[in-house]
């Protein structure tokens, strides 16, 4: 039986917004009821416009926001139960901009180590085979040990972002737009890497990306994503071949426009994407649904699964 590294059940994530003055707080559901497993060895991406809870979602994930109700399991284990540096051992993020999340006055060498040192490694001789070690994994030449980030190019910080991710091993990855900052002649290069990464370590990932190309370069398995819900999740294909919900069909046609980066055109939908701090009623998605019948501006959908494939969507009511 496969191994559970993550177990999510009705998660949930608010934060208070102010709203002026003399008009109060009001809640923004950020993830609103996420139910959710991660196998090991599996790629899941997690797609959706900007604002849609995928980075607040892969935050309670990582232990670094606590959610609001619900419940986490890491490898069996709540996650709120899991000391801060064993936390730090089993799951480690990569950051979108290799450019700003290197410490521009440090050497490639201590920029990698550090997550060693906070774990309290000392030994200096352990600590250099290690890291120069996963600098080769990664495929950055020992000559750049003692180089600076601004010798780097790109491609190459982003290999040391992965290194410094990787250099305790943890088990499992979330990668926040892993190529978004690249150009578009590294990303294929920085996708590969991963890849061969998951291989080698028998890592498990979570990749965060509103590119669907990325997506299915990478993916096992998709959760897309939609004013804080999943409203569909299949393994990669499935997803790609037979999308079922309406948001998922418009995400995938935004592919064929000249600039994946750029979402989902708005006049292909009608309306723009919602203000997340006044939800609409019934399904979220009806202001914008080709789809919409009178009841979805009311009743919001329950899910339903078919195997492994989940859509969350009134066309497929058994009574509709
Ligand atoms: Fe569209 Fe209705 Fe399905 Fe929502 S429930 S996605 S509005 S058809």
């Not at 890491?74 to 709120?80: A, D, E, R, S, V």
């Not at 600590?127 to 080769?136: A, I, K, L, N, P």
């Not at 790609?240 to 418009?250: G, S």
């Not at 195997?307 to 509709?320: I, M, N, Q, R, T």
């Amino acid at each position: 039986m496969a191994e559970l590294m993550i177990d999510a059940k009705d998660v949930t994530r608010n934060f208070t917004i102010s709203r002026g003055m003399f008009r109060g707080k009001q809640q923004l559901k950020a993830v609103n009821g996420v139910d959710l497993t991660v196998e090991r060895g599996e790629v899941l991406a997690l797609v959706g416009e900007s604002g849609c809870g995928k980075t607040t979602l892969a935050k309670v994930l990582l232990g670094l926001l606590p959610q609001t109700s619900g419940t986490v399991e890491l490898c069996g284990q709540p996650i709120n139960d899991v000391p801060r540096l064993a936390l730090a051992r089993t799951i480690q993020p990569i950051f979108q901009d290799p450019y700003s999340s290197l410490n521009p006055r440090k050497t490639i060498g201590s920029i990698i180590a550090l997550p060693m040192k906070v774990q309290g490694i000392a030994d200096q001789d352990s600590m250099r085979r290690r890291v120069e070690e996963t600098m080769d994994l990664v495929g950055l030449p020992p000559r750049l040990y003692d180089a600076f980030p601004n010798q780097l190019s790109g491609g190459q910080r982003q290999r040391v972002a992965i290194a410094r991710a990787l250099v305790n091993r943890p088990q499992i990855v979330v990668c926040d737009e892993p190529t978004s900052a690249l150009d578009v002649s590294v990303q294929s290069q920085i996708l590969n890497l991963l890849n061969d990464l998951r291989n080698e370590l028998n890592l498990t990932y979570i990749i965060i990306s509103h590119n669907l190309a990325v997506v299915e370069h990478i993916a096992t398995r998709v959760a897309v994503m939609y004013l804080g819900r999943i409203v569909e999740i299949a393994d990669t294909d499935t997803l790609f071949k037979d999308p079922q919900h309406p948001y998922t069909r418009a995400l995938l046609d935004s592919v064929l426009t000249p600039d994946p980066n750029m979402g989902i055109p708005n006049n292909q939908l009608g309306a723009s994407y919602p203000n997340p701090i006044d939800p609409p009623t019934g399904c979220s998605f009806h202001p914008r649904c080709v789809n919409a019948m009178p009841h979805c501006a009311t009743v919001a959908p329950n899910g339903k699964a078919d195997g492994g494939h989940y859509v969350e969507c009134h066309l497929y009511d058994d009574a509709s």
